[in-house]
């Protein structure tokens, strides 16, 4: 890499990204330039910057209009982790299978229960992630 070019991923474009996702979810007001300032401590020029990378990666993280994200991508909320993956929703059920488990009273029921989180946090996640994806993709 050369000396006058520095890596912004990790410093520019994921902070903006993430608050710009933050915004758009948690409200009904889009997020814009100033807002994205204030949320990432990022100067104005650095977060035009950043917006106008992510609009043009191929596909685009973001949709923008006139300084306004006007919506965020499938593609930006799988990186940020807040799509739906096969592997999220084994997560989630062998999680609460265990908190089943702990909260179960009768101690057959409660084996039974573990042995299923167990199972779904070990060697057959593999096999429950293949099977949801090829029936119903990756979402």
Do not use: C, F, H
Not at 25 to 40: A, G, K, W, Y
Not at 67 to 74: K, P, Y
Not at 85 to 95: K, R
Not at 123 to 138: E, L, P
């Amino acid at each position: 890499m050369s000396d006058d070019l520095q890596p912004t991923g990790a410093s520019r474009d994921l902070p903006i990204l993430r608050a710009a996702l933050r915004r758009a979810d948690s409200s009904n007001d889009l997020p814009d330039v100033q807002d994205l300032e204030r949320d990432t401590g990022l100067k104005k020029d650095q977060v035009w910057i950043g917006l106008r990378a992510l609009q043009s990666a191929d596909p685009p993280y973001i949709e923008l209009d006139a300084g306004t994200v006007m919506a965020v991508s499938e593609r930006a909320r799988r990186e940020l982790g807040t799509w739906p993956s096969p592997a999220s929703l084994v997560d989630e059920l062998a999680a609460a299978l265990a908190l089943a488990a702990d909260k179960e009273i009768e101690p057959e029921r409660k084996s039974r229960l573990r042995a299923a989180a167990d199972g779904l946090a070990g060697m057959a996640r593999d096999i429950a992630v293949g099977v949801i994806a090829r029936r119903i993709g990756d979402l």
